[in-house]
């Protein structure tokens, strides 16, 4: 069983900052590309901001520049820095990791339960 928990979330004023936090924990193998999603009401769940086992990242177009993903291996953890946020930028945030949970057994994604963000004008 793999369980991943976010933390961070909460409510914060336009240009202000969060960072978000999730740990992988559970028969973990192995964990390849994890991420960071979001859904805001009525509306679909996107990518934020992706990154590799070996660091190379990706980020969706609306935070590029305010927000940096980042991930420590050996805690099985991956971060969300989000810096001058923006009222559109209020949704739940989801993390995702590419598991393997055991040797030989097939890789994954698991999905964290989500953590609410909320930016005030």
């Known amino acids: 069983q793999v369980q991943l928990v976010e933390s961070g979330g909460g409510l914060v004023q336009a240009g202000g900052s969060l960072r978000l936090s999730c740990a992988a924990s559970g028969s973990i193998f192995s964990i390849n590309d994890m991420a960071w999603y979001r859904q805001a009401p009525g509306k679909q769940r996107d990518l934020v901001a992706a990154i590799s086992s070996g660091g190379s990242t990706n980020y969706a177009d609306s935070v590029k520049g305010r927000f940096t993903i980042s991930r420590d291996n050996a805690k099985n953890t991956v971060y969300l820095q989000m810096n001058s946020l923006k009222p559109e930028d209020t949704a739940v945030y989801y993390c995702?990791?590419?598991?393997?949970?055991?040797?030989?057994?097939?890789?994954?994604?698991?999905w964290g339960q989500g953590t609410q963000v909320t930016v005030s004008s």
């Open positions: 995702a990791a590419d598991v393997q949970p055991g040797w030989g057994r097939p890789r994954r994604d698991y």
